[in-house]
T-cell receptor, first 109, second 116 residues
Framework: RKEVEQDPGPFNVPEGATVAFNCTYS??????FFWYRQDCRKEPKLLMS???SGNEDGRFTAQLNRASQYISLLIRDSKLSDSATYLCVVNINGGKSTFGDGTTLTVKP | ETGVTQTPRHLVMGMTNKKSLKCEQH?????MYWYKQSAKKPLELMFV???????ENNSVPSRFSPECPNSSHLFLHLHTLQPEDSALYLC???????????????FGSGTRLTVV
């Protein structure tokens, strides 16, 4: 089993739709969680950290469920510019960060 | 422009060539990383440096040789590469490998390497 698992997609949604991605992790000692966005042929960029209480940044909401060992990313009112690959990143205290394989989102007009 | 600068952006090299990739970060971070990303594949961690000391080598072939002269600079020396080494090579930096502060990585724009 992979340390970090994501549904690769692709998710194809119309503009304005709400879409959610989940990411599961296997190590219960994981402490820090992030969502990154990677556009085609570009570097990954930090989208948002994920906090225990959940956090929101505009149209984006991140949640952490420690009991079930998953994090989620919700995108409301999807824009064409949201089309990208979304990477889940999990870090164990004092250890390296592990990247998921990514979920590809395509928002269509 | 990000706080992590990689050069060159593109590189084409023959299998007998020797070349080096350079990474420089201006963020005051203490840890630097090399990642490889082949076409339509996930990121693969290659090397980790923390305070100039290599703390991880993820079973990378010896034809890839990293060098970290200080906390701001990281090099990846390449020699006798194979065509399957063609990929996007990404450098990243962070405050430290310990992510408990909730601070993520900053990536450079990458070097797109083609081995012919």
């Amino acid at each position: 089993r992979k340390e970090v698992e994501q549904d690769p997609g692709p998710f194809n949604v119309p503009e304005g739709a709400t879409v959610a991605f989940n990411c599961t992790y296997s190590n219960s000692a994981s402490q820090s969680f992030f969502w990154y966005r990677q556009d085609c042929r570009k570097e990954p960029k930090l989208l948002m950290s994920v906090y225990s209480s959940g956090n929101e940044d505009g149209r984006f909401t991140a949640q952490l469920n420690r009991a079930s060992q998953y994090i989620s990313l919700l995108i409301r009112d999807s824009k064409l510019s949201d089309s990208a690959t979304y990477l889940c990143v999990v870090n164990i205290n004092g250890g390296k960060s592990t990247f998921g394989d990514g979920t590809t989102l395509t928002v269509k007009p | 422009e990000t706080g992590v600068t990689q050069t060159p952006r593109h590189l084409v090299m023959g299998m007998t060539n020797k070349k080096s990739l350079k990474c420089e970060q201006h963020l005051g971070h203490n840890a630097m990383y090399w990642y490889k990303q082949s076409a339509k594949k996930p990121l693969e961690l290659m090397f980790v440096y923390n305070f100039k000391e290599q703390t991880e080598n993820n079973s990378v072939p010896s034809r890839f040789s990293p060098e970290c002269p200080n906390s701001s600079h990281l090099f990846l020396h390449l020699h006798t590469l194979q065509p399957e080494d063609s990929a996007l090579y990404l450098c990243a930096s962070s405050q430290s490998p310990d992510r408990t502060r909730g601070i993520g990585y900053t990536f450079g724009s990458g070097t797109r390497l083609t081995v012919v």
